[in-house]
């Protein structure tokens, strides 16, 4: 197996130990007495309705969202499709009729609630005195700041009718069991597409903190919330004591499949960490540092192996490029290891989209900055501009997989030869 070939599949591994026909029929619960609700929000909540469907003995009844073109066929369950990762109104539409399906029901009922990464953006509800242009407005600045997951989701916590435990506490006094599909660093649930169903121990103080530590510029109705409304359920509310909040899929599993696949072709594997965070570039030079060092000094592990990790990186944008946090990463790691002999790379998004752009992530080979100068291509301007995706595209090392119908953060390969 060529190089290339064992990185793609090890991602292949990581995204298939994370696929909903898996992890959704080994965690559903016994029928209720009452009536079964299905909701959910997520990249893979319409994958997750499918397998639900598929291996559900009862009626049941329900709504979720997805992102546009991850819909898969459903019978029972109605899949609907919206924006991501800036709101749109198919969005708020969806999470307004998810909210009116949880009212009324009773200690006999069942809400069965599908969460995967993507549902904060899906599941775009704005309380009172918002609007959805202030959702989306803010949106868009977080998502140029450089804050991280846990620090965009807990603005959009405190800008909602929905997360942050409220759609949990609407569905009192019913049984309510999450099942979760994590993208999120450290896998707390209740960062995971905002956490709709957990008890939220963050404040409207904490919100309103991060907006001023990144200097974000929002509405002035966005303020004027976080210094009066009032606050998410915290834990320890009674109306979310029958919730179960359940991780059916995480990155470390998946990155343990991935090490499998290595293992297996004689590539001794070494993960890094499932939840790693910080800018992009900045993570691409530790990265680098540490295959320079297996590939010169044996350490922490010989050659031939693999350093495999997750989590999710961030970019602070201030070029006007196109690309998303895995080409960004690797572009930088290509920089970094200029031409180094012997050492190959993949980093791709499971969900099959990084960032906005139409590809999973990429790949980069000794010969990368190579063939791209050849090209008459600049790869630290590229970079510059924060522009990556037009640098893999134009040197034809796009990783392209389409929607996946999952999502476990972002995995990271890189192949050190036997020199």
């Known amino acids: ?26 965690y559903l619960p016994p029928r209720p007495k009452g009536r079964t609700i299905v909701i959910g929000a997520g990249k893979a909540s319409g994958a ?56 009324g029901l009773t200690a006999d009922d069942l809400v069965l609630c599908l969460i995967s990464g993507g549902g904060s953006a899906l599941l775009a509800l704005p309380p009172e005195g918002l609007t959805l242009e202030d959702k989306q407005a803010v949106n868009k600045a977080l998502l140029k700041s450089g804050a991280t997951i846990s620090e965009m989701n807990t603005v959009r916590k405190h800008l909602s009718a929905i997360k942050g435990g409220r759609l949990a506490a609407a569905a009192a006094p019913a049984k309510v069991i ?29 919100a309103l903190g991060i907006i001023e530590k990144y200097g974000i ?81 044996g350490q922490p592990e010989q050659p031939p192996c693999v350093l495999i990790s997750g989590g999710e990186t961030t970019i602070t944008l201030k070029g006007k490029g196109k690309g998303g946090r895995n080409t960004e990463f690797l572009l930088a790691l290509a920089i970094a290891l200029d031409g180094m002999k012997g050492i190959y790379a993949l980093a791709g998004d499971t969900d099959g989209v990084d960032g906005s752009e139409d590809n ?17 291509i600049n790869a630290k301007a590229m970079l510059a501009d924060n522009d990556p995706w037009t640098f893999f595209k134009a040197i034809g090392d796009l990783l392209m997989t389409g929607p996946t119908l999952t999502n476990v953060n972002d995995f990271r390969a890189i192949l050190i030869e036997k020199g």
């Open 360 to 376: 999973a992530g990429a790949l980069i080979y000794p010969d990368t900055l190579a063939r791209a100068a050849k090209a008459g």
């Open 217 to 297: 510029d929002v509405p002035k109705a966005v303020r004027e919330r976080l210094r009066t409304a009032d606050e998410t359920p915290k834990p320890g509310d009674k109306r979310l004591a029958r919730v179960e909040n359940v991780m059916i899929a995480t990155p470390q599993a998946s990155l343990e499949a991935a090490a499998d696949v290595a293992r297996a072709a004689g590539v001794t594997p070494v993960i890094l960490g499932d939840s790693i965070e910080g800018e992009s570039r900045d993570v691409a030079l530790v990265h680098a540092g540490i295959a320079r060092q297996c590939a010169l000094r």
């Open 178 to 206: 999450a099942l979760m599909i994590s993208d999120v660093p450290g896998d707390d649930p209740s960062i995971i597409a905002s956490g709709p169903t957990v008890p939220d121990p963050s404040t409207n103080k904490d």
């Open 1 to 26: 197996m060529t190089p290339p070939d064992l990185l793609k599949a090890m991602f292949q591994a990581a995204v298939d130990a994370a696929l909903p026909s898996l992890c959704v029929p080994a």
């Open 48 to 103: 997750m309705a499918k397998a639900l469907e598929d291996s559900w003995e009862g009626p049941i009844e329900g709504l979720v969202v997805t992102r546009y073109g991850y819909r898969v066929p459903t019978t029972r369950l109605e899949v609907v499709e919206a924006a991501h990762p800036v709101p749109d109104a198919a969005g708020r539409d969806a999470a307004r009729r998810i909210l009116a399906l949880v009212q």
